[in-house]
Every structure is written in C-alpha cells, then in structure tokens.
C-alpha cells in the first residue's frame, strides 16, 4: 500500500500536463557528462542529475556522501560501526558497479573508494552530475550502475569565502569543519585559478554508552587548486591538484594509542590526486580534441585489531600504498549533417594503470596486484531540437581477461512536443575479477590468513541494462514544474562469490576461491519532481521503488541456507527538498530522506549466543526510517559584494536512528543500518568577498 501511494503522489501532476506549456526550472542547467561536450541537461541523450552549489550550501553537506543524499536512486549509507566505511548504492547495486570521476577522469581505485565519500569535502566540488545506468561508451565498462562526476571548482570570477560548520553530534560530540575558497582571474581571461581548502575534528559519538564507538573518531584536512592558462587563441591547458590527509579511528580507549584499545579499527591517509589537460579548441568550434592524464597516489597505514587485557599492545598493522594513473587522447567533431542528421562524433583511447601494495605485520607476505586496462571507444551522437540518438561502442583489454570486451551502447531521445522529452537506453558492462578488498586488508591485519585465488573457469562478469523515461515540464501561472519518471532494469550475469576451499582452525589460515554464481537481476522505478510554486520557494523530490535479488537460489548466508533478496538494499526510498526565501536575506530549508525496511544480516557473538559453541548469523528486517532536518540562514551584508550569512539548524529532528546497536568488544561492526546521524544541532558561519 505504502508503494502504490508513493508511486500515485508523484505521478499525480500529470493530470496537468496536457494544458501547459514549456518551461523548465533545472532543464536549464548545463551538463558534460554524458558526451564530454556542454549541452543543455533537457537536451543531453540520458537523463543526467544534478547536484549544484546552492543544494550543497542548502543541506549543509560538508563532504560528497552528504551531498548525494539528495540525488534520486542514490542511497549513502554506514557500513561499520567502527571505521565507518560509506557505500554508495546507485539503482539498487553496491559500490562495486559505479563509478566515481574527477572531472571525468576514473583516478579513484578499489582502495580509494572506500573512504572517499566521507574524504573528498564539498568546497573543493563546483557541481556533481550523476547518470544513472551504462549511458556512454566515454567511461569503463565497470559503469554498471552509474557514473556519479565530481566536477571541481573552476576559477570564473574574483573572489574568496571562508566558512564553518560546527554540528554538536546526539548532544554530546562535537563535529568542526572550516572551509575556505579563492578565485583569481586575469583581465584578459587568459589566465585563472582557484585555491581551496578544508580541515575537520571530530569526536567520536558513543550510542549506547557500551564505551565503544558508533561514530569514530575524525582529524582531516585538505588543500588544492585548479588553474587554467590559455596557451594561444585556441589551445587551453589546465590542471587540478588536491592532497588529502585524513586520519580516523573507531572502537574505545581514544585517549591511548590504538594497539593499547580493546577494539580499534581506521587508519591514516595520505592521498595526492592530479589532472592535466590539454585543449585544442579551433575558433570555427566544429574540433575539439584533448590530451589527458590523471594521477592518484595513496599511502595508508592502519590498524584493525582487537586486544584482550592479558595483551601489553596489539600487532594489527597494515601498510598499503596504490598506485593508479589514467592517461589518453580524445577527438570530437561537428558535422552539420552526417548522413541524415547534425552530429556530433567523438573517439578516444585512453589506458589505466593501479599498482596496490598491502603489507600487513601478521604475514611476511605483500600483497601486490598490477592491473592495466587498455581501453577505445567510438561515439556519435545525431542531434536536432526533436530528437538524439547516442550511438557507441567501447573496447577493454583487462590483463586479468584473456580476450578484450566489446560494450555496446544505444540511448535515444524524442521530444513529443515542448514539454514532454522521452528517453530509452541500453548498455553492456563487465566486472574483472580482482584479488584485493578492504574485506581481505581488514582480516589480514587482525591476524587472519587469507588466500584468495580465482578459479580455474572463471568467467567475468557480465551485465546488461535496459532504462526509459519521461520528462514533463510544465508552466501554470507562477507555478513552474520538471517531473521525471523512469524505469530500468539490470541483469548481471556470471556473479562473483567467494567461497572456503580450506580452513586451518589452528593458525587461522584460509583459503579461499572465486568463483561464478548464478547472478541477479535490479528493476525499478526512479521518480523526481521539481516545483516552484512562486520566485522564492523551490520543492524537490524524488523516490524510488525497486526489486533487487540473486537469481536461482540466491546468496548462501549460512551453511546451506539461501535468500534471493539483496543484502541492504530497500524496496522503497525517497526523499525530498524544499528552500523558502520569504524575506530577501532570509533562506529556510526542509531536507528529509525515507528509508524503507531492508535485509540485512546479524552476526551474533558468542556470549550473546542462545545456543552453545560460535554464535550464529540471523536474518534482520529493518524497521522503517524517516530522517528530517531544518535549518535557516541569514545573509549581512557589508557593501559591495561582501556578506557575511549566519545559519543554524537541527538534523534528524525525530533522532530517527538504529534502536538495536551492538555493545561491547565482540559487536559485530557491520550490524549498522538506518540514517549516519542522530539528532544533531547545527551552527554554520560564511564570509563571502
């Protein structure tokens, strides 16, 4: 019932549609990443969302995990009480079937991606655009999912700012972030930069009052820069720079070291990430062709261990370092008609390189995985004000793959009239196996040898997606409005499962294989709405209804038990945003997201064990979640164009959070679901000049 009346709220207004005509409220906005050239977003061949500046500002998100909270069929959650590791979930598949760029460019490796939503702060981030499904050939194959892409601050304008956010965490922890921003641009627009920087501490927040921590402890700062400089009239190089240092920590005992806690799981970071780039822009804009190199680097140590009070200190070090660099070619050009249309062709080649060390003091061993992936790709694009058709094919050579893999991709696009545009899509994907994951680290450093090796007749995995859409904007007096509707479908085949081959009770080894399961399949239905009923207020919504489960028998979750559903994955999600501008200074915000029940697993200790031996794995329905927040800011300004706004809020007002924490030293970490905070007091501050 609760999905049948979601489902008819949305799609109510389009009653209305048949009697208006266009307009647009975000149509307007300006999106690269479905073609890598600018187009309008009501106009680009896949439905492309977007996260700006002002609905950053406007939730208060400090880092990226924040700010995607708000996009329609993205979820961001916390999968561990103790590190607090963020996944992020695009159409119902985990982390693992996305990708995340940096100005279009796949820097960020298996390694990186487990912190970087909590990592990578907000006042370096100008917008985020995110495409749902395969969409474009112009990105991996790996891009099941969807592509989520970070676009950094580009200098436009003289200017600086510097903020602050302070959030007083469940009434009891505090959370500092300072922020700052500055733009330089030459007279003669031939030259510009921007510089920004970020620093966050934040206490550790203990639920439960077991002394263990549910959110751990955080010390984070970040600098960079992005600049442009026009070598000639029709060449632009540019580059982008941005270090991290992030360290944090969760468990107990935060005033003494880690080896002297009982539990004490994070690690220390020290992260360089670059882009270079050079364009050739002729006058006559019909080419375009660009060279391209990215660069991250990655040295981490860490520590996930447990200690017993026998113990004098614990040994649960690692120590990894991950190499991963992106370089290529690509060439675009304009054709005012290719065989029966105005085109746009595009090609490109490009080769990825990681190289991942990991060390840990319980194995002599390094661990070390070299993976290269060649990859061309061919697009074309027919455009006109009715119709697009996107038509590309992508070729990967992985070195962990005999063969290379063909992707195709297909999107179409049709204005039915002003105001109603429809969309279809298909797009092929693969998986290549890989042997590290934070899974692997973390056993490895508590003192577990693991071996993991890939079967003989592994096959990689393949998907295939299938995606459509509608797109209504509309215009009723005041009343300006953009609804969107679609459905989409994923089927994976050939999935990847661990499975135990050996296990020696004694020393703790285990051996491990990679094999193929059957596979699963993801269908749904995204819905968004935007509304601006008047000039000062401006509503958003969206929510999303999806079934996501393993084909045949499904996932084996205990010795010879198996469940179809996916692991933390909801039927039902939404949320919604409005901003009020009832005075012109004054801005009030209303963020909620709703979360409906979902599967997750239950590993219980052996002390809390009702039956004797090793505790056992259970089977857990959430309840239900809704998470809302308010918050208003005031604008003083000073002359010119310096202001200085003032903003205060509570998130989480009904302290919607997890009623069933795990306690003491043998939780089980993962056991963690429902919203990241509890109820939190917020006070923020920005000088904008």
Not at 386 to 399: E, F, P, Q, Y
Request: net charge negative; with cysteine; hydrophobic share 35%.
């Amino acid at each position: 019932m609760k999905k049948t009346i979601l489902i008819i709220f949305f799609l109510v207004p389009l009653v209305a549609v048949a009697q208006t005509h266009s307009d647009t409220i975000r149509l307007r906005q300006v999106v690269v990443t479905a073609t890598q050239h600018t187009t309008s977003r009501g106009q680009a061949p896949v439905a492309v969302g977007v996260v700006d500046g002002h609905q950053m500002e406007a939730v208060s998100a400090v880092n990226l995990g924040q700010a995607l909270n708000f996009s329609t069929g993205l979820r961001v959650e916390n999968t561990c009480q103790n590190c607090g590791a963020n996944e992020l979930r695009i159409n119902g598949l985990g982390q693992a079937y996305s990708q995340i760029l940096i100005d279009s460019r796949p820097v960020n490796s298996s390694l990186a991606g487990v912190y970087l939503l909590d990592q990578l702060p907000t006042t370096l981030i100008d917008r985020i655009e995110v495409l749902r499904g395969g969409g474009s050939a112009l990105y991996g194959s790996n891009a099941i999912a969807g592509v989520v892409n970070v676009i950094t601050r580009e200098p436009r304008s003289n200017g600086a700012s510097v903020s602050n956010t302070t959030s007083l965490i469940g009434g009891d922890s505090w959370d500092f972030s300072n922020s700052f921003n500055a733009s330089v641009v030459s007279d003669n627009r031939k030259a510009g930069i921007a510089v920004f920087g970020h620093n966050r501490s934040r206490e550790p927040y203990d639920r439960n009052g077991d002394g263990y921590s549910e959110i751990g402890k955080l010390k984070a700062r970040m600098v960079g820069f992005r600049g442009y400089l026009r070598t000639s009239d029709v060449t632009k190089l540019s580059l982008q720079y941005h270090n991290i240092h992030d360290f944090r920590r969760g468990g107990d005992l935060f005033e003494l070291p880690s080896p002297m806690a009982h539990i004490s799981e994070g690690g220390e970071h020290d992260i360089h990430s670059a882009n270079l780039k050079w364009d050739w822009l002729p006058a006559s804009g019909i080419r375009h062709a660009s060279l391209f190199a990215s660069l991250q680097h990655i040295d981490r140590q860490s520590y996930y261990g447990e200690r017993d009070d026998s113990e004098p200190f614990g040994t649960a070090y690692g120590y990894t370092q991950d190499l991963t660099l992106n370089y290529g070619a690509i060439y675009s050009r304009h054709f005012d008609t290719l065989w029966f249309m105005p085109a746009e062709l595009t090609f490109g080649a490009e080769h990825t390189l990681d190289r991942l060390h990991d060390h840990t003091l319980n194995s002599p061993d390094t661990l070390r995985q070299h993976i290269g992936i060649l990859s061309a790709y061919l697009q074309n694009e027919w455009k006109n004000l009715r119709w697009s058709i996107l038509a590309g094919v992508r070729m990967d050579k992985h070195t962990m793959i005999d063969a290379p893999v063909v992707s195709p991709r297909l999107n179409l696009r049709y204005a039915l009239s002003d105001h109603v545009t429809l969309r279809t899509g298909y797009a092929s994907g693969f998986r290549a196996p890989q042997v590290y994951d934070e899974d692997l680290h973390v056993g490895a450093v508590n003192g577990e040898l693991y071996i993991i090796t890939n079967s003989q007749d592994l096959r990689m995995e393949r998907s295939h997606s299938l995606n459509a859409s509608a797109n209504f904007c509309f215009h009723l007096g005041k009343l300006e409005a953009d609804l969107l509707v679609e459905g989409f479908y994923t089927r994976i085949n050939d999935a990847f499962v661990n499975e135990l081959v050996f296990e020696d009770t004694t020393s703790g080894y285990m051996h491990y294989e990679r094999r193929n399961a059957e596979g699963a399949e993801v269908m749904g239905i995204n819905v968004e709405m935007t509304l601006s009923p008047i000039e000062t207020m401006r509503l958003q919504l969206g929510g999303t209804w999806q079934s996501s489960r393993y084909n045949g028998l499904g996932k084996e979750w205990a010795e010879g038990q198996f469940e179809q559903r996916m692991e933390r994955t909801p039927d039902i999600y939404a949320y919604l945003m409005g901003i009020y501008t009832p005075v012109k200074r004054l801005q009030l915000t209303a963020t909620g997201t709703f979360t409906g029940p979902m599967l997750v697993y239950h590993h219980e200790t052996e002390s809390d064990s009702k039956h004797s031996g090793e505790g056992h794995v259970h089977k857990v329905t959430t309840p239900a979640f809704f998470d809302l927040s308010l918050k208003a800011a005031y604008s003083i300004p000073f002359g010119g164009n310096t202001a200085l706004e003032i903003s205060i809020g509570i998130q989480n007002i009904f302290d919607s959070y997890q009623r069933d924490l795990d306690s003491g030293p043998e939780r089980d970490a993962a056991y963690i679901y429902g919203p990241a905070l509890p109820r939190t007091f917020l006070f923020g501050a920005k000088l904008s000049i």
